[in-house]
């Protein structure tokens, strides 16, 4: 499926009742990158609510959320931006922000001080949680840009191409999705019979982590390639998954 025919199924699917879209930017058992700005236009067209759960995206593709401009967006900044776990962000168009409600009610909430926001009266500060995670994405940013990121995910991309296409024609398995789908993350068919339990004894056995997947009642391997891989890291993943596939 390319990109146009994937935007034809979206709009033959709208109708009347339609009032929100979610869609994944990223999607994690897939490792596709959807075209949803083209996805949130037609949203615009037809007055639809856009929801855009953008994970994998930050550090990982160009992510401009002005020029999307969705009605919502969540990232994630420990995936790719190498933040500490648990970091991550909510875009929520202001119009839109009053309807939002913290699943923790703590400071700010029905404020008697509030602010000029209550999107950030009710959502910055929960309970006892800890903010200094948080704190590190300036620094973070600034890591990024000193040490040039879209170039080297630029060549992260390149690297995953290529293990794309050694691992599929070396142990002759499928690879979903087209190259104008992928960035650093490729899935691959791959007969499983526990995914979890198995994935366990692939790390034990090769001390290699990625991701075993069951979805849609079939079974996945998925690779990522970040600024620490290298040609020989996959090429020793193709002999592990040869000789794990033979056990």
Known sequence: MDKQKFIDCFKKAINKHTKIIFLSHITSATALIFPVKEIIELAKKNNILTIIDGAHVPAHIYLDIRK?????????????????????????KEEFQKMMEPLVVSWGYEAENASHSQFLDYMQWQGTNDVSAYLTVPDTIQFLEKHDWKEKATKCKELNLWAKNEI??????????????????????????????QQMEFYKKYKIQIPFIKWNEQTFFRISSQVYNSKEDFIYLIESLREFKSI
Not at 82 to 91: D, E, H, Q, R, T
Request: hydrophobic share 40%; with cysteine; net charge negative.
């Open 68 to 92: 999307l401009d969705p009605d919502f967006y969540c990232g994630a900044c420990h995936k790719w931006m190498c933040s500490p776990k648990g970091v991550a962000f909510l875009y929520v």
């Open 168 to 197: 599929s024609s070396q142990l002759n398995i499928n690879a979903l999705g087209r190259d104008e789908f992928l960035g650093q993350m490729t899935t691959f068919s791959f007969p499983l019979d526990d995914t979890i339990e």
